[in-house]
């Protein structure tokens, strides 16, 4: 039996899901037949896209960009607000289906997931890969692409090939037609960063990186080097971390300021809004943490970070902000900010909250009210609640949004 990985992709998750979603509320137009994209506020055309339809890509709408200047491509878009609540239903019912053909999945991200399989032939494999694909637009509605292959990483690349709702497989021998001739740009773990790096030294197809010198790319890149120098030659080696053995190490977000701020006062409602939607995350992982993490990053790109223990874990947001507040007053440099990070580690299952005397009031009316409004910004978006302090301000009252550092990367090195 040859150990085969299969990489499931659903295509343009947000959008598909978002479609299937309002043709079974009864709507009669499919948004990914018409120039449509997920993000932003549709009332105030602002934000950034988060997914658009094949349509969509004719007007050259990119994934990221705001929406004014995707209007501006497509004056006719029709935009829709993300709804994060829906997205996990999706995703976690395509994962369902997934466990009936293998224990051993790896949640890669909320529309990605590795499978371990056994075949006895390549054959197999793609018939199977094909039943699977079929089994999802049948019954869920959307379609994936699903790639094939001897290890994870090359499933990968074999499934962002031709889409929607294929099939590809890249085996190693197949790597020299197939993945080579592709713009390095497109390697995985070849970012924005890197790929201007590699075409000033005469790189730009995933083949020239593949035969370029190891140790100059060693001396050029370093570690980083060595890592997408493998990748390109399609050698890697880790294997499934199924639910079973992933475990949450952190969970956080971060944000790049639209201006310096150099007043306290200023910085603290980025963290709150921050500490917002990290509370949130971990209140839907359903954990308590017992550490928080600030960090501040100066406008000379000087980097430093502060931690606390809390006196209990909790996943109460009032009780993370206030040791967030305590961390920036002991950390802060009082020079001008250009980046701020709230994280959480040091997690306990939440079926068992230890009350402290420090605690809040009546904590257990406080963390129902926390459910309630986690569920009210899953379903209608993240403005639709929000505190006092915001008001008339510029500042979005949460800040970030669906993680992935919740599910295990490829490998220990990413």
Known sequence: ??????????????????AVYRLQQGEQIDLRDIPSVVGGNPKTRKGIILAKSIPAKKYNIQTGETLFKALQKCPNLKIVSPNYHLYMRA??????????????????SIDESFLDLNFSSKTDSIKLAFEIKERIKKELGFTVNIGISSNKLLAKVASDFEKPNNVHTLFPSEIKEKMWPL???DLFMVGRATTPKLHRIGIYTIGDLANTDLDYLKYTLKSHGRLIWEYANGIESSSIKSDKDTSIKGIGNSTTLPRDIDQSENALMYLLALTEMVAMRLRHAEKLCKVVVISIKNTDLSHYSHQTTLVSPTDETNIIYDAVKNLFH????????????????????NDCYQYSIFDHGNLENIRTLNSTIDDLRLRYGKDIILRSTFLHKKVKPVIGGVGEDEYKMMSSLL
Not at 1 to 18: C, G, P, R, T
Not at 97 to 102: A, G, N, P
Not at 335 to 342: D, S, T
């Open 330 to 349: 002991q950390a802060w440099h009082f020079q001008a900010i250009r980046h701020l990070g709230v994280r959480v580690t040091g997690f306990s299952d």
């Open 1 to 18: 039996m040859e150990k085969i990985y299969f990489h499931i992709d659903a295509n343009s998750a947000y959008l598909s899901w978002e």
């Open 91 to 108: 995703s976690n019912a395509m994962h369902e289906i997934l466990k009936e053909y293998s224990p051993n999945i790896q949640r890669f």
């Open 183 to 185: 713009p390095v740009s």
